[in-house]
């Protein structure tokens, strides 16, 4: 690969792994995910705010928790999160792509960093809530070999739909 020439070769999204110091890089991906996908989250830009060090570094520090930024010429372009919830599940949250870098396999690239530490973590299964209306990261989902479970959060709440995936 050469200089300029690849500089935007998919190649060049690298991932990252992100611990409590990197709290910078986690907050401008979360900021730029609610930002470019409300549709998608039930969290609010406008509950983050901009500063709050103390809050970011919290999320990261969380025991057990794995979490990864995708990172293209400096800049967070993806980024997904992954929560140890007893039962030898994992729940993925945050999971995000940025529209510049989509259909590049970076979403599928990330999952997949997320289910190799969870396997190796003793996970069996991993699961997610995806919104009802959110048709292209069900599809995603699917492809990627989560299945629905037909479990959906009680009335009242947002109508999130629970799809699992078996660590075989
Ligand atoms: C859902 C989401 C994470 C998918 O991310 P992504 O990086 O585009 O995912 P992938 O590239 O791995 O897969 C998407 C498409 O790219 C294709 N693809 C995979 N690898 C590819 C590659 N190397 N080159 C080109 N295309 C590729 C896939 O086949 C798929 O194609 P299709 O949609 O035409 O069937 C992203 O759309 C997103 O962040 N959406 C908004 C936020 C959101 O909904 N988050 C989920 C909340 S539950």
């Not at 890089?25 to 901009?50: I, Q, V």
């Not at 529209?99 to 970076?106: H, K, L």
């Not at 530490?117 to 699917?142: C, D, M, Q």
Request: hydrophobic share 40%; charged share 25%; proline share 6%.
């Amino acid at each position: 690969m050469h200089g300029a020439e690849s500089r935007h070769d998919p190649g060049m999204v690298s991932l990252r792994v992100v611990t409590e110091s990197d709290w910078p890089l986690w907050r401008e991906a979360r900021l730029a995910a609610l930002a470019d996908a409300p549709h998608a989250f039930t969290a609010r830009l406008e509950d983050w705010p901009r500063g709050g060090a103390e809050q970011w570094r919290a999320r990261l520090a969380l025991p057990g928790s794995r979490n990864v930024v995708a990172v293209l010429d400096g800049r967070a372009v993806g980024m997904i999160r992954g929560v140890p919830r007893g039962g030898g599940a994992c729940e993925l949250r945050s999971v995000w792509v940025g529209r510049a870098a989509r259909g590049r396999g970076v979403g599928g690239r990330l999952l997949a960093a997320v289910e190799t530490w969870a396997r190796e973590s003793g996970a069996t299964s991993l699961r997610l809530s995806v919104l009802p209306g959110n048709a292209e990261a069900i599809a995603f989902y699917r492809r990627n070999g989560f299945l629905p479970t037909g479990r959906r959060l009680p009335p009242g709440a947002t109508g999130e739909q629970s799809m699992a995936k078996r660590l075989g």
